[in-house]
T-cell receptor, first 113, second 115 residues
Framework: NAGVTQTPKFQVLKTGQSMTLQCAQDMNHEYMSWYRQDPGMGLRLIHYSVGAGITDQGEVPNGYNVSRSTTEDFPLRLLSAAPSQTSVYFC????????????FGSGTRLTVV | AQSVTQPDIHITVSEGASLELRCNYSYGATPYLFWYVQSPGQGLQLLLKYFSGDTLVQGIKGFEAEFKRSQSSFNLRKPSVHWSDAAEYFCAVGARSGGYNKLIFGAGTRLAVHP
């Protein structure tokens, strides 16, 4: 089925470890973004991309890196995980003409111990 | 600064009862407003959206929302709740920042439905 695919669904990391959360979409969407969801705070924008090779920071970018080498993929990297990064991470995408019509993935639940 | 407030963290209703979830926004221009639903372990699904025109918006699953500019509100309603409506609901406003159309979310309202 067409959509946004996130892997893994669950992950436990030790403080200081690194990992990459994967996000792939097969809808040829130009715009992609990463959000984190924390209790009582809704979803907050981490990084976004308006096309291959173009990325920028959102509201809470510290501790995260992104790159966009292809239209389909938008991985999120944690270089040195911290307990404050324990959260549920959502990837979303939309077409250029889709304005605010985002499609969300099913999320990655990350725990940093 | 743009913001979204959902005053109710948790709401419990009986199956078959009516439902209203509150949402207030702060935005300088005409807002683009959304309601999303998140079922346990799932991503976010768009219920409905308001861009312009008729202030009463119909969505999926029998939900509707009314935009009231004078009250800066966009409350979500359903006349008769089903047990499958138990989920978390997020109100969001669209905001343009640095050439990017992003969504600003409220903290969410968790809905429980009693049989």
């Amino acid at each position: 089925n067409a959509g946004v695919t996130q892997t893994p669904k669950f992950q436990v990391l030790k403080t200081g470890q690194s990992m990459t959360l994967q996000c792939a979409q097969d809808m040829n969407h130009e715009y992609m973004s990463w959000y984190r969801q924390d209790p009582g705070m809704g979803l907050r924008l981490i990084h976004y991309s308006v096309g291959a090779g173009i990325t920028d920071q959102g509201e809470v970018p510290n501790g995260y890196n992104v790159s966009r080498s292809t239209t389909e993929d938008f991985p999120l990297r944690l270089l040195s995980a911290a307990p404050s990064q324990t959260s549920v991470y959502f990837c979303a995408s939309r077409s250029t003409g889709g304005y605010y019509g985002y499609t969300f993935g099913s999320g990655t639940r990350l725990t940093v111990v | 600064a743009q913001s979204v407030t959902q005053p109710d963290i948790h709401i419990t209703v009986s199956e078959g009862a009516s439902l209203e979830l509150r949402c207030n926004y702060s935005y300088g221009a005409t807002p683009y407003l959304f309601w999303y639903v998140q079922s346990p372990g799932q991503g976010l699904q768009l219920l409905l959206k308001y861009f312009s025109g008729d202030t009463l918006v119909q969505g999926i699953k029998g939900f509707e929302a009314e935009f009231k500019r004078s009250q800066s509100s966009f409350n979500l309603r359903k006349p008769s709740v089903h047990w499958s409506d138990a989920a978390e609901y997020f109100c969001a406003v669209g905001a343009r920042s640095g050439g990017y159309n992003k969504l600003i979310f409220g903290a969410g309202t968790r809905l429980a439905v009693h049989p």
